[in-house]
């Protein structure tokens, strides 16, 4: 069998490493930006920081700051007129998982204009030119887009999320710089942070796993178990903030090359159907779903116990494994994320919607335990 791994070009970590922009630029060889982002970070200054960074340096931009929550085709298109208009040559990708993916869906399309219509690059699309340069500059510690080869769409005439899976995407740089992420809400850092730890244990159980994804993901488990409460009672922390971000990413670097599993697979119509955000779709999910899934991935659960501090000795497999799951869960309960689907205004009558979408899913056949309609529908309710 042969593995794969993809990587940024290049990447730099630490408080202020946004500093290192116009290295960055000079180094690409490029002359003007686009800056992409949202309206409420550059409300609030978060953008801005980066921006001034740009403005002593003499860098030209332009910024497209329409990117919705959950970015949509239009809101694609919107961005590549934005980018031609301005005559730029390169993106500068700031923000979450939204911001990462409106980016890599310009970039793409701007050098392989036959994918002009976005619904085209839904799952692993044959592009043959890679996306114009992305420097990528996360806000959030959790979806880790700038180092993943993933994006995801919302299709608005079928109601879905795309996943697009395409090598030519990935940021050429990434810079995760945890001074952007100081001001993140409580709630979002909690949500970011548990989707970051979903994205680690789905990359850990998934089938593609191998040692060098295991590699990183139980490392990266390790750190959110200790980093995410930091985050989430102490905002201005530097300690958690910066271990997160660096956790997230390095989560993001193995799941990335190997796919994640059913907890994507049923949170992605969650999303398209009902506008929940991604982070607390997959927190919510997370520790059920591994209950279904314990029975094939018994010995790796007792490893996620013990990477989330639980002392195993003269426990069983099984009761290990079953620790990994009431860890996950007391965690995300220690950090104020909602334990039933009728908290986000989910009722019954929603899931049959969601599981047909789920089961469709580009994630969901990465499971590790096979998978029926049944099941999803049954997993749905348990939850809700």
């Given at each position: 069998?042969?593995?794969?791994?993809?990587?940024?070009?290049?990447?730099?970590?630490?408080?202020?490493?946004?500093?290192?922009?116009?290295?960055?630029?000079?180094?690409?060889?490029?002359?003007?930006?686009?800056?992409?982002?949202?309206?409420?970070?550059?409300?609030?200054?978060?953008?801005?920081?980066?921006?001034?960074?740009?403005?002593?340096?003499?860098?030209?931009?332009a910024i497209f700051s329409e990117v919705k929550p959950n970015p949509t085709v239009s809101n694609v298109k919107a961005g590549i007129d934005a980018f031609k208009k301005a005559e730029a040559d390169f993106i500068i990708a700031i923000g979450g998982g939204s911001s990462m993916d409106t980016a890599k869906g310009i970039g793409i399309v701007i050098n392989n204009p036959e994918f002009s219509d976005?619904?085209?690059?839904?799952?692993?699309?044959?592009?043959?030119?890679?996306?114009?340069?992305?420097?990528?500059?996360?806000t959030t510690a959790g979806t880790a887009a700038e180092t993943t080869i993933n994006y995801v769409i919302i299709d608005e005439e079928k109601q879905?999320?795309?996943?697009?899976?395409?090598?030519?995407?990935?940021?050429?740089?990434?810079?995760?710089?945890?001074?952007?992420?100081?001001?993140?809400?409580?709630?979002?850092?909690?949500?970011?942070?548990?989707?970051?730890?979903?994205?680690?244990?789905?990359?850990?159980?998934?089938?593609?796993?191998?040692?060098?994804?295991?590699?990183?993901?139980?490392?990266?488990?390790?750190?959110i178990a200790r980093y995410l409460p930091i985050a989430v009672e102490e905002p201005s922390n530097p300690e958690g903030r910066n271990g997160m971000a660096v956790a997230q990413y390095i989560a993001g670097m193995a799941f990335s090359n190997v796919g994640l599993g059913l907890v994507h697979g049923m949170a992605h119509p969650l999303g398209s159907l009902f506008d929940v955000p991604h982070g607390v779709a997959n927190a919510l999910l997370l520790p059920t779903?591994?209950?279904?899934?314990?029975?094939?991935?018994?010995?790796?659960?007792g490893e996620i116990a013990r990477a989330m501090g639980v002392d195993t000795n003269g426990m069983t497999d099984e009761q290990a494994a079953q620790a990994a799951v009431d860890a996950v869960r007391a965690?995300?309960?220690?950090?104020?994320?909602?334990?039933?689907?009728?908290?986000?205004?989910?009722?019954?009558?929603?899931?049959?919607?969601?599981?047909?979408?789920?089961?469709?899913?580009?994630?969901?056949?990465?499971?590790?335990?096979?998978?029926?309609?049944d099941d999803i529908v049954a997993l749905y309710k348990k939850v809700l």
């Open positions: 069998m042969v593995n794969r791994f993809i990587l940024n070009e290049l990447s730099y970590f630490g408080p202020g490493a946004r500093e290192v922009l116009p290295e960055v630029v000079a180094r690409l060889g490029k002359k003007k930006a686009l800056v992409v982002t949202d309206a409420g970070l550059v409300k609030f200054g978060v953008a801005g920081k980066v921006t001034e960074v740009l403005d002593k340096a003499g860098i030209a931009y976005i619904v085209s690059l839904e799952g692993c699309a044959p592009t043959k030119n890679k996306s114009v340069p992305i420097v990528a500059l996360p879905k999320k795309m996943v697009c899976v395409d090598p030519n995407d990935i940021p050429a740089v990434a810079i995760v710089d945890a001074e952007l992420m100081y001001s993140l809400p409580k709630s979002l850092t909690a949500a970011t942070g548990m989707d970051a730890l979903t994205h680690a244990i789905e990359g850990y159980i998934t089938k593609a796993a191998w040692e060098m994804s295991d590699m990183f993901e139980i490392e990266a488990i390790r750190m779903i591994m209950e279904f899934n314990l029975p094939s991935s018994v010995k790796k659960y965690l995300a309960i220690k950090v104020g994320i909602p334990q039933h689907l009728s908290e986000i205004g989910i009722s019954e009558k929603d899931i049959p919607a969601l599981a047909e979408q789920a089961l469709a899913d580009v994630c969901t056949p990465g499971n590790p335990r096979e998978v029926t309609l």
